[in-house]
């Protein structure tokens, strides 16, 4: 079935860091990717989308790109705040399948000032 | 617009009991979705709406768990007999067509606590 796995947490860093998550998926059909963010006290929000392969997501200095051929679609972001604090959720709805999400299981980011 | 509605935030009840959640999801929205968040875990789906249609209840305990949504509009997911395994969020989420590259829009969750 799908699956998605994501570099464990907390990731710890300091204001102005490079920020990288990790992201790999394994589906059956084409899927479209996603990632989702969750702020403390909030709801789970899409941060970003890519629908086929090459495609790069972004958003609020975020990037992500589809890469087929290593079935990954890593976080990325070049200065992160404070502000960026939360657990991200990489995620993926299978075209081939049912189209509700398959979650990871969240990345815990902590920005220090 | 205005988002995924969900009651109650926070729940506590006793194994054993029973408890009922409510969703309204974003107007116009047909396709509805209720995930369960364990702690420290991504949501997983327990079941998927389109209009008043069940797409997917795979991943439900029917044993325990049922849920509703009688007039392609508002849903309720219920839980009888409640077990110790089952304390997590159930979020509600909604999207315009339920395709792959439509975004879900999420609730802020009802956080159960079973004692």
């Known amino acids: 079935g799908d699956s998605v796995t994501q570099m464990e947490g907390p990731v710890t860093l300091s204001e102005e860091a490079f920020l990288t998550i990790n992201c790999t998926y394994t589906a059956t059909g084409y899927p479209s990717l996603f990632w989702y963010v969750q702020y403390p006290g909030e709801g789970l929000q899409l941060l970003l989308k890519a629908t086929k392969a090459d495609d790069k997501g972004s958003n609020k200095g975020f990037e992500a790109t589809y890469r087929k051929e290593t079935t990954s679609f890593h976080l990325e972001k070049g200065s992160v705040q404070v502000s960026d604090s939360a657990v991200y959720f990489c995620?993926?709805?299978?075209?081939?399948?049912?189209?509700?999400?398959?979650f990871g299981s969240g990345t815990r980011l902590q920005v220090q000032p | 617009e205005a988002g995924v509605a969900q009651s109650p935030r926070y729940k506590i009840i006793e194994k054993r009991q029973s408890v009922a959640f409510w969703c309204n999801p974003i107007s116009g929205h047909a396709t509805l979705y209720w995930y369960q968040q364990i702690l420290g875990q991504g949501p997983k789906l327990l079941i998927q709406?389109?209009?008043?249609?069940?797409?997917?209840d795979s991943q439900l305990p029917k044993d325990r768990f049922s849920a509703e949504r009688l007039k392609g509009v508002d849903s309720t997911l219920k839980i009888q007999p409640a077990k110790l395994e089952d304390s997590a969020v159930y979020l509600c989420a909604s999207s315009l067509d339920g395709t792959a590259d439509q975004p879900q829009h999420f609730g802020d969750g009802t956080r159960l606590s079973i004692l």
């Open positions: 709406f389109q209009n008043n249609g069940v797409v997917d």
């Open positions: 995620a993926l709805s299978d075209t081939a399948g049912r189209r509700a999400l398959t």
